[in-house]
């Protein structure tokens, strides 16, 4: 059963969890982990939604992955896209290790 602990803002973890964001992993682990990813709640109009999915599967891309390079680009093109933010995985399986 997993041991509970602390993490930075107090929340409870357990063990054998991700880091959280901006943790490294402990000496000798052998690679460093990335940031935890964010959720959030997005409620739609079905129209929108269904025009959002047509156009991601002509993309090749998930719905998620739509709304994420969408929002991207408007913060881009907004000038407000921080420059520390990484690039978007690149689409596939991920590299063997």
């Known amino acids: 059963m997993p041991t509970a602990g602390n993490a930075p803002g107090g929340e409870?973890?357990?063990q054998g969890e991700r880091p959280a964001?901006?943790?490294r992993p402990a000496a000798g682990t052998g690679r460093a982990q990335r940031?935890?990813?964010k959720s959030v709640l997005l409620r739609l109009d079905p129209a929108v939604h269904d025009a959002l999915a047509r156009w991601a599967g002509d993309d090749l891309r998930s719905v998620n992955a739509q709304i994420e390079m969408l929002l991207r680009r408007a913060l881009d093109d907004a000038g407000r896209?921080?420059?520390d933010v990484r690039p978007?995985?690149?689409p596939g399986r991920p590299p063997r290790t």
Do not use: D, F, K, N
Request: proline share 20%; hydrophobic share 20%; glycine share 6%.
């Open 35 to 37: 940031p935890q990813r």
């Open 88 to 90: 978007p995985r690149r």
């Open 12 to 14: 409870a973890t357990a």
């Open 81 to 83: 896209l921080p420059r």
């Open 21 to 23: 964001s901006g943790e």
